[in-house]
């Protein structure tokens, strides 16, 4: 899960700041939801959201801002469309949320889907990856953000006139034992030097800087 959280994050330019794990424990989770909403801009739970006695999440949030658990009508009426004859009364837990908490339905308002449940900059997801990672993307397109430009310039191969195993290093390009092993099977290239930024105008200037600078030793710029 941390793997599809930090992607999602920088893909919107966020920086993980800060990754737990707690046990299905009410009041661990309460303390953890409320110190990290008031120390970080945005905060994601992932699993505990669904129908079982275990599913606590929730509940323990509630209590972190000090909301009662109520029954959210629309998605108890969702929850009972889709089980149909095969509901069973506790698959309704799932519509107990947090006193005024928001439902976010992703940017194209698609109502047809299951909300992301928020309590101010918590956002409560479950745990199955796959409706972790679409409920990520739901609920982070509707915060604003500006995306982090990215520019990678790679330097050309660089191999040392006689290689000699008794010197496994050279000038500032370090060669690993592995590949001497191997018989000094070299790498595309050795070094990648990225420049990063929001400001696009600012990061194409430093990129045609650096391209000039190091002249033909710059093999690609991607």
């Not at 959201?49 to 009662?68: C, E, I, Q, Y």
């Not at 009426?77 to 799932?94: Q, T």
């Amino acid at each position: 899960m941390p793997a599809i959280l930090r992607a999602s994050c920088a893909a919107w330019a966020w920086a993980v700041r800060r990754i737990d794990v707690i046990p299905d424990e009410i009041d661990e989770i309460a303390e953890a939801a409320r110190n990290m909403s008031s120390r970080y801009d945005y905060v994601f739970t992932s699993g505990g959201v669904g129908p079982t006695h275990d599913d606590v999440t929730m509940a323990a949030v509630a209590k972190a801002f000090g909301l009662r658990p109520t029954r959210n009508l629309e998605l108890e009426a969702k929850i009972r469309s889709a089980m149909g004859p095969n509901l069973h009364e506790r698959d309704l837990r799932m519509a107990d949320i947090p006193d005024g908490a928001r439902l976010l339905y992703g940017p194209d308002g698609d109502r047809s889907r299951w909300p992301v449940v928020t309590v101010k900059n918590v956002y409560l997801l479950p745990g199955v990856p796959e409706i972790f990672s679409t409920q990520v993307r739901d609920g982070t397109r509707a915060v604003p953000c500006r995306p982090i430009l990215s520019r990678a310039s790679t330097l050309a191969r660089a191999r040392p006139s006689s290689p000699q195993p008794s010197t496994p290093w050279w000038p500032s390009f370090p060669v690993w034992r592995s590949d001497l092993i191997r018989g000094w099977a070299w790498a595309e290239y050795q070094v990648k030097i990225t420049i990063d930024g929001r400001d696009a105008a600012l990061v194409e200037r430093a990129t045609a800087r650096l391209v000039q600078g190091l002249g033909p030793a710059v093999v690609r710029t991607e």
